[in-house]
C-alpha cells in the first residue's frame, strides 16, 4: 500500500450489512478519507443522503472535495451524532456505519504524532484544535496514571516498566516526540521477552496514549445507543473495530441490545414464556466478518478488523437510553470492563 494512502478496510462488506435503500439515510460517522461514504453515494438514488461526522480538519478537507449534494459533513465527535442530526432535521436514519481504525494518512503524517515510524511532536489528536496533545498528557500524569492507561488501554504487560521509564526520562527534560517516546520504551523493554517479535517494543504505548488522549472508548460507549435510537425500524448498525478492546465493547453492546432485558442473566430462570418476552431492540445479522487473506495481503493494516451488523427491531429501547431526536447527552448502557488480556491489537502505529 503506498504511503500516506487510504484504504477503507472491508469496504463491500460493511456497505452490503447496511442493506442499502436507494432513498434512504445514511450516517457515516467516521468519515475519515471518505471511502465509505463514497461507496454508498454510489449506490444511492438521487433521493438518497449521507451525513458524514469525523473530528480531523482533514477528513473535512476531503469532504468538500467530493462535491455531492447528497453529501452532508460535519466536523464532529460522532458522539454528536444527536445534535449533528438535530441540526440537519433529521429525525430516523436507515444506517449508521462506524469504522474505528484511524486513517493511513494520520498514521504517516508525521506532524500528527501518530506513529514512532517517523520524528514528530508527540500530539495523536483526532482533532489537532481540541484537548489535550500526548506530550501534555505524559507531562502531568501521575506514575499510577501512566501505568493503568498503558496496561488498560495498550494491553501491554510491563505498563509499569515503561511508566517509570517515562517519568524518569521527562525529570530530565520533556518528552516532546515521538522518537524520544519510542526509544524510552525500547529501553525500557530491553530483552524482554514479548509475544510477538515483529510487533515493535513501543506498539501498544502508542495505541494506548492514542486512545487515552482522543477517549476513545468511552466515546464509543457514548454513541452504540445514541446510533440505536437513531435508526428506523429494520435500519442497520455496522461497526469495524481494529483491536480487542473496541471489539468486546462492540460485541457486549449488541449482544445485550440482542436479548430480552438486556439479557439480565437474573431473568434467565424466571418461567415466562418465549412468546411473551419483551422484543429486544436489535437483531445480530450473521457472524463477525474478518477480512479474506487478499484483503490482508493488500492491505496489512486490515488484518486485526472485524466487522459486526445488527438491525433495529421493534423493540422499545431500554428507559436509560436517549430519547431518539432529543439530543440529550446520555452515558448510555453500562458496558462491563472485562479484564485486559486478548489478542494483540492489530492497528500498529
Known sequence: MPHGTHVSVLLEESVAGLSLDPAGTYVDATFGRGGHSRAILARLSARGRVVAIDRDPEAERAAASIG???????????????????????????GVLLDLGISSPQIDTPSRGFSFRGDGPLDMRMDPDAG?????????ASLRELTEVIRDHGEERLAQPIARAIVAARAVRPVATTRELAAIVAQAVGARTRGDWRQDPATRTFQALRIAVNDELAELERVLPR??????????????????????IV???????????????????????????PVPPLARVGRAIR???????ANPRARSAVL????????????????????????????????????????SP
Open 308 to 347: 459486526r451488523v445488527a438491525r433495529r427491531t421493534a423493540g422499545a429501547l431500554p428507559a436509560d437510553w436517549p430519547a431518539a431526536g432529543s439530543g440529550t447527552p446520555s452515558r448510555g448502557p453500562a458496558v462491563d470492563r472485562a479484564p485486559v488480556t486478548g489478542r494483540s491489537p492489530g492497528e
Open 251 to 277: 460485541k457486549r453492546f449488541v449482544a445485550r441490545a440482542s436479548a430480552p432485558w438486556g439479557g439480565d442473566p437474573r431473568l434467565a430462570r424466571v418461567p415466562i414464556a418465549q412468546a411473551d418476552l
Open 291 to 297: 477480512p479474506s487473506a487478499a484483503e490482508c495481503d
Open 132 to 140: 489535550e496533545s500526548a506530550a501534555a498528557f505524559i507531562a502531568r
Open 68 to 94: 455531492d449534494a447528497r453529501l452532508s459533513f460535519r466536523r464532529a465527535r460522532f458522539s454528536a451524532l444527536d445534535e449533528v442530526l438535530d441540526a440537519l432535521s433529521i429525525d430516523r436514519v436507515d
Open 227 to 248: 446510533a440505536v435510537a437513531r435508526l428506523r425500524e429494520d435500519g442497520r448498525l455496522a461497526v469495524i473495530s481494529f483491536h480487542s478492546l473496541e471489539d468486546r
